[in-house]
């Protein structure tokens, strides 16, 4: 159904492909779901720094994009809508998982070394460096650095202030910058 659907579509601009959607067309859902799905994905993973709660999150995304495409009215670009759609739902989700998030991680990750964490992401560079940032450091990092935010938009989507988003920031950014030196 997959490559059907990727022929029926092919020669579609985004724009007709999304008001099919719109119109509950699931083919054409189907199609959006596949062009974006790693993108998703990616943002997740590095809000989430946990592959399973990323593609937990990622699906999350998706499903709640079903039922709010309507929302979409095309003024901005649908990947732009959609990234501001995926950290808002990501961050909402981790903030649900969050007390069992802290229990998953200290048991996974008690008595596992730093290699072996980064084994089980199967990452590497700054996205394994990423991933060892403290969490609102690490949300703070890929809002504004990775995603292009502005720190008024990350301190209402995260609820703090300004200057702590700014704070947060500059933490990451100065622990990135050590352990990039020490490695």
Not at 1 to 21: D, N, P, T
Not at 49 to 62: C, G, H, L, P, R
């Amino acid at each position: 159904m997959l490559i059907k659907a990727e022929q029926r579509f092919a020669a579609i601009k985004e724009e007709q492909l999304i008001s099919l959607v719109q119109q509950g067309d699931r083919a054409a859902f189907e199609q959006l779901y596949t062009q974006y799905i790693n993108r998703v994905y990616g943002l997740c993973l590095r809000l989430t720094a946990d592959k399973s709660i990323a593609e937990d999150a990622s699906q999350e995304v998706f499903v709640q994009l079903w039922q709010k495409i309507s929302n979409f009215d095309g003024k901005a670009k649908f990947s732009t809508w959609l990234h501001s759609v995926t950290a808002n739902i990501t961050i909402s989700y981790l903030r649900k998982q969050k007390s069992w998030l802290q229990k998953v991680v200290s048991i996974e990750t008690q008595g596992m070394d730093e290699h072996a964490i980064e084994a089980e992401h199967d990452l590497n560079g700054l996205d394994k460096l990423i991933l060892r940032l403290p969490e609102r450091a690490r949300m703070v990092f890929v809002l504004y650095a990775v995603e292009g935010y502005r720190h008024e938009e990350i301190a209402t989507i995260l609820n703090m202030a300004v200057g702590s988003s700014k704070a947060q920031y500059h933490r990451a950014r100065n622990l990135l910058k050590e352990w990039y030196e020490n490695e």
